[in-house]
């Protein structure tokens, strides 16, 4: 037993070292330099946007890249602070402090842990696709409208954090552009859009990251250009080992900041398997989503306690990862041991980086989230899809990501009730029925293939799951028929599963029926529904002779039943 448990969580790296050799090390080393190089004007770019210092946004994705490379069900996931998390946490930073972000990451790595315990992992895929879409794509337009004060170089001491007075106030302060802080960002942006036509492997943020943090330190130091805003101007980053420090967890802390910490667990589940996934695709691998959740978890459980914010799988420096022959975990566990050196050797250098540049790398990680293609084509679907596309998109970009994803797992929860309600069927049969091709038809004889009916009996056929929706839909179709008949045949063969409501509907039903006289017989029950029916009222109320094993069997009994009815009308018109 607990050898299958750990079996079934065991993390990636374990299985990949196995069969590990030099040339696998190889790949994994170079792929590992690159991506950490990559991941560290990203992980210092998150962390400014987020609301906290750039070494923050270091530590993160020293750590829990380490942790989710080490611990994670993917061989290639590439973990850390995401574009995804700004918006979330930027606005419990502003509420909360630095101390209340720490308090929800716990919680929600906790959260991840649990999810990865109780195999919830393969239902977050099941999410709605129109609502990951609709989050993404509101959540990269906040991301864009928090960098226009940056890539412009705006004069503004205090931006709001509502989207709407934030444009306001942009729109007002348009005349205090700063044109050479514009020409950097805009230049970053035109770098990195221009990179892949030249290189597939080193990618146009680090490019446009070098090239003009050089370009700037020229202007500064031979030209005399000192309007342009860098890290150092703001930030000072301590080139030293994260040091530890306790969290003051309190009940009410914890109820406070429940709501965000389970909309942190829902987003790093959804974006860390949607991440693997296409990891999945590309690799021809398969991740275990369980462990990765699990992995996840951990990561975001440990990381608050070194200063760090929430971290999840990064699509894009995963796709790097992959790109630079990446091919086992060994090389997400040398990207953060490469960022760790980064850091204490050359963190002084990262001070010189422009924060228009930053801007304008964010602002194409905005525009690759936005996913506006398939925005455009979800929009072409269904009313449903695009309501539930623009609802999810406005509550993120209008109120918050908390409300969003909240009301967005409402939706998906009642669009699947919706469909699974239409997928079952409830149809009506008098006179005979056909059962030629039916699995129940267990005789050669062709005249057993018409099954006829007596006088006064009918045949309900459920197909698909009785649950509450259903049930109601099936009362409403008894109510509708206008003949009374004697006897009901209720045919079950279809159904896979009953809920506690649609056992209470069918047992309300049964008892109504035997009111009006009318008798109810039970067909091709499976053992499953049958065993739900016999912790219930219903074999008291129909009689266990009058619950069938097959249709054959129902309608022996429902022709010996209506003999009966009719031999005693004709008892009760002799009498008269």
């Known amino acids: 037993m607990l050898k299958n448990i750990l079996n079934e969580f065991q993390p990636s790296l374990f299985l990949s070292l196995k069969n590990y050799n030099k040339e696998k090390f190889v790949a994994d080393l170079m792929a590992g330099l690159i991506v950490g190089i990559v991941a560290l004007p990203l992980a210092i770019a998150f962390g400014i946007s987020s609301g906290v210092t750039p070494e923050k946004g270091i530590v993160t994705a020293i750590i829990a890249g380490f942790i989710i490379s080490f611990l994670g069900g993917s061989k290639v996931q590439i973990g850390g602070p995401t574009g995804a998390f700004i918006v979330i946490v930027y606005g419990i930073v502003e509420q909360y402090g630095v101390t209340g972000l720490a308090i929800a990451t716990v919680l929600a790595g906790i959260m991840l842990v649990l999810m990865g315990v109780l195999k919830l992992g393969t239902v977050i895929k099941f999410i709605p696709y129109p609502i990951v879409v609709?989050?993404?794509?509101?959540?990269?337009?906040?991301?864009?409208?928090?960098?226009?004060?940056?890539?412009?170089?705006?004069?503004?001491?205090?931006?709001?954090?509502?989207?709407?007075?934030?444009?306001?106030v942009y729109i007002r302060h348009l005349d205090t552009i700063n044109w050479w802080a514009a020409t950097v960002g805009i230049l970053s942006v035109v770098i990195i859009f221009l990179t892949p036509k030249f290189?597939?492997?080193?990618?146009?943020?680090?490019?446009?990251?070098?090239?003009?943090?050089?370009?700037?330190?020229?202007?500064?130091?031979?030209?005399?250009?000192?309007?342009?805003?860098?890290?150092?101007?703001?930030?000072?980053?301590?080139?030293?080992?994260?040091?530890?420090?306790?969290?003051?967890?309190?009940?009410?802390?914890?109820?406070?900041?429940?709501?965000?910490?389970?909309?942190?667990?829902?987003?790093?589940?959804?974006?860390?398997?949607?991440?693997?996934?296409?990891?999945?695709?590309?690799?021809?691998?398969?991740?275990?989503?369980?462990?990765e959740l699990m992995a996840q978890g951990v990561a975001n459980i440990i990381t608050p306690f070194f200063g760090g914010i929430p971290a999840t799988g990064a699509i894009a420096r995963t796709m790097t990862n992959?790109?630079?022959?990446?091919?086992?975990?060994?090389?997400?566990?040398?990207?953060?041991?490469?960022?760790?050196?980064?850091?204490?050797?050359?963190?002084?250098?990262?001070?010189?980086?422009?924060?228009?540049?930053?801007?304008?790398?964010?602002?194409?990680?905005?525009?690759?989230?936005?996913?506006?293609?398939?925005?455009?084509?979800?929009?072409?679907?269904?009313?449903?899809?695009?309501?539930?596309?623009?609802?999810?998109?406005?509550?993120?970009?209008?109120?918050?990501?908390?409300?969003?994803?909240?009301?967005?797992?409402?939706?998906?929860?009642?669009?699947f009730l919706k469909r699974m309600t239409e997928s079952t069927q409830v149809s009506v049969t008098t006179g005979k029925i056909d059962?030629?091709?039916?699995?129940?038809?267990?005789?050669?004889?062709?005249?057993?293939?018409?099954?006829?009916?007596?006088?006064?009996?009918?045949?309900?056929?459920?197909?698909?799951?009785?649950?509450f929706g259903v049930a109601n839909k099936f009362d409403d179709i008894m109510r509708e028929i206008g003949e009374r008949a004697y006897i009901r045949i209720i045919r079950m063969r279809k159904v896979p599963f009953i809920d506690a409501t649609g056992l209470n509907n069918l047992q309300n039903l049964c008892k109504n029926s035997r009111k009006e006289k009318i008798q109810v017989i039970l067909s091709g029950v499976n053992d499953n529904v049958r065993a739900s029916i016999e912790k219930s009222k219903i074999p008291d109320i129909v009689g266990e002779e009058n619950i069938c094993s097959n249709i054959h069997a129902a309608v022996e009994r429902a022709k010996i039943l209506n003999e009966a009815i009719e031999k005693e009308k004709r008892e009760h018109h002799k009498h008269h």
């Open 134 to 168: 609709g989050f993404t794509a509101g959540i990269a337009l906040t991301i864009f409208s928090t960098q226009i004060k940056d890539l412009f170089g705006l004069s503004i001491d205090k931006v709001p954090s509502d989207f709407f007075a934030k444009w306001g």
């Open 322 to 415: 992959i790109n630079n022959g990446g091919r086992t975990p060994v090389a997400g566990v040398i990207h953060a041991i490469v960022l760790l050196l980064i850091l204490l050797f050359l963190g002084d250098l990262t001070k010189h980086i422009p924060m228009a540049c930053l801007a304008g790398v964010l602002v194409v990680v905005a525009y690759n989230m936005s996913e506006w293609r398939s925005f455009r084509s979800l929009a072409k679907q269904s009313k449903s899809t695009l309501a539930v596309l623009l609802t999810t998109f406005t509550l993120t970009v209008v109120f918050d990501l908390t409300i969003a994803i909240e009301v967005g797992l409402v939706l998906a929860i009642f669009l």
């Open 199 to 291: 290189s597939r492997k080193i990618p146009g943020s680090l490019i446009a990251i070098v090239f003009m943090t050089v370009v700037v330190l020229v202007m500064k130091n031979h030209f005399g250009i000192t309007g342009i805003d860098t890290i150092g101007d703001r930030f000072i980053i301590n080139s030293q080992l994260p040091q530890t420090s306790p969290i003051g967890f309190s009940i009410e802390s914890i109820r406070m900041l429940f709501p965000s910490a389970f909309t942190i667990a829902m987003l790093g589940a959804i974006e860390s398997l949607l991440s693997a996934t296409v990891a999945d695709g590309v690799m021809g691998t398969k991740h275990n989503s369980n462990v």
């Open 435 to 467: 059962i030629s091709k039916d699995i129940e038809s267990h005789s050669g004889n062709l005249q057993d293939e018409v099954l006829h009916l007596p006088k006064g009996v009918e045949v309900y056929e459920i197909d698909g799951p009785f649950f």
